[in-house]
Nanobody, 125 residues
């Protein structure tokens, strides 16, 4: 069992930056792939970014490429999402997720076994 807790959300103006953090506990952090999803009001869950166990591979949804960067620190048991050039359409609740399984489709919500409670990001225009 892995517990994940997000932090770092808030209110920011368009064009600004935020850094989300995900603290994990319970098992060996480097055994788990990590990801960020988001859910805007009245919309379904959307894949944002994922990073492999070692941090050597990362994946992004097209709408955030070049603006968001996912990273991890296996010594500190944390994953992060640096979000730059934020847009109002990035407004959502952001969730950290983890899985120890082999990933067939990192974009699939069902791939990820452990989820945090989420942190709200609001971007004003």
């Amino acid at each position: 069992q892995v517990q994940v807790v997000e932090s770092g959300g808030g209110l920011v103006q368009a064009g600004g930056s935020l850094r989300l953090s995900c603290a994990a506990s319970g098992r060996t952090f480097s055994d788990y792939h990590m990801a960020w999803f988001r859910q805007a009001p009245r919309k379904g869950s959307e894949f944002v970014a994922a990073i492999s166990r070692s941090g050597g591979d990362s994946y992004y949804t097209d709408s955030v490429k070049g603006r968001f960067t996912i990273s991890r620190d296996n010594a500190e048991n944390t994953a992060s999402l640096q979000m730059n050039s934020l847009k109002p359409e990035d407004t959502a609740k952001y969730y950290c997720a983890a899985t120890g399984r082999r990933i067939d489709d990192y974009r699939d919500h069902a791939t990820w076994d452990y989820w945090g409670q989420g942190t709200q990001v609001t971007v004003s225009s």
